[in-house]
């Protein structure tokens, strides 16, 4: 079998979107997400979920409140993105989006959705 064999997954050697940005859409969904369902929707471990967590806590793009058992979070949504080259975007404007529904249509140059 050669490498056009469509019984393997394909599997891409990069992708458009980090994990960081995965992690921080799916709880600008739904804000009192577990880690639990982050790590499932992202197809993450939960310890790498909790790494970004920590990590976009860490630079000033999240935080969380204890409420119960649970999390709480809060996208602080002016935060500029990292990157030079991505200078005047904020958060907000990367979440709207990365984190509109996936039963919305989308719209697109070919006015297509």
């Not at 967590?53 to 500029?80: F, K």
Request: net charge negative; aromatic share 4%.
């Amino acid at each position: 079998m050669g490498p056009m064999d469509e019984s393997e997954p394909v599997r891409p050697g990069w992708t458009f979107l980090t994990n960081h940005a995965r992690v921080l859409a799916t709880i600008a969904r739904n804000p009192g997400v577990r880690v639990r369902d982050i790590a499932s929707t992202c197809l993450l471990t939960e310890r790498s979920v909790q790494k970004i967590i920590a990590d976009l806590e860490a630079d000033g793009y999240l935080t969380h409140t204890r409420v119960g058992r649970s999390n709480q979070y809060e996208i602080l949504a002016d935060t500029a993105l990292r990157h030079p080259a991505d200078a005047g975007p904020t958060v907000a404007d990367l979440l709207a989006i990365l984190a509109s529904r996936a039963d919305e249509p989308a719209s697109g140059p070919s006015g297509a959705g």
